[in-house]
């Protein structure tokens, strides 16, 4: 069975802290891909990134960084120096063959 | 550029009726998605598109769902004989290839059954 499980609901963290958001994915599949999506309060879906099951190599985009690790089936986000404009619902999904399966979501607040 | 649209930004419908919802995806994109997220909960992958391939329909909740697309443009999803727990926010994305995940996501469509 595909599974993604976001076992943090909620954080808070004050303004320039660092947040790490854990991801664990269940699948069989050899090849599937990975993604992190943030939803403001707006409510706009926003794509950050995707990684296919072939690249373990760490990503760093500006204060984002993701951290791909097979080995524990985990695909964790960091944001470094948060800010205030962080502040959403971020999803991680797992996509195998046709399907995508997401995460529950975890609720970040950066408070100032 | 333009983005993806949808429309109707808001729908209110009352139990039992038929529902059309639009996707207009961003002008080239081959792969089209679509999600529904109900009130306060996370997201949920209905279908999607890649060029004309036939779609896997096995993640339409029901078989009052449908979706069409005719080639690489508009996208419709249909909704049969609505019932409240139809009531959600439908999302759709599109992206130049399937490999790129819904990528471009559009406004949504507040649908509401009464």
Do not use: M
């Not at chain 1, 296919?52 to 080995?71: A, V």
């Not at chain 1, 470094?80 to 502040?87: H, K, L, P, R």
């Amino acid at each position: 069975a595909q599974k993604v499980t976001q076992a943090q609901t909620e954080i808070s963290v004050v303004e320039k802290e660092d947040v790490t958001l854990d991801c664990v994915y269940e699948t069989r599949d050899t090849t599937y891909y990975l993604f992190w999506y943030k939803q403001p309060p707006s409510g706009e879906l926003v794509f950050l990134i995707r990684r296919n099951s072939f690249d373990e190599q760490n990503e760093i985009s500006g204060r984002y960084s993701w951290n791909f690790q097979k080995s524990t089936s985990s695909f964790n986000f960091t944001i470094t120096a948060s800010q205030v404009v962080d502040s959403a619902v971020y999803f991680c999904a797992l996509n195998t063959g046709n399907q995508f399966y997401f995460g529950t979501g975890t609720s970040l607040t950066v408070i100032p | 550029g333009a983005g993806v649209s949808q429309s109707p930004s808001n729908k209110v419908t009352e139990k039992g009726k038929d529902v059309e919802l639009r996707c207009d995806p961003i002008s080239g994109h081959t792969a089209l998605y679509w999600y529904r997220q109900r009130l306060g909960q996370g997201l949920e992958f209905l279908i999607y598109f890649q060029g004309n391939s036939a779609p896997d329909k096995s993640g339409l909740p029901s078989d009052r769902f449908s979706a069409e697309r005719t080639g690489e443009s508009v996208s419709t999803l249909t909704i049969q004989r609505t019932q409240q727990e139809d009531s959600a926010v439908y999302l759709c994305a599109s992206s130049l290839s399937i490999l790129a995940g819904g990528k471009y996501f559009g406004p949504g469509t507040r649908l509401t059954v009464t």
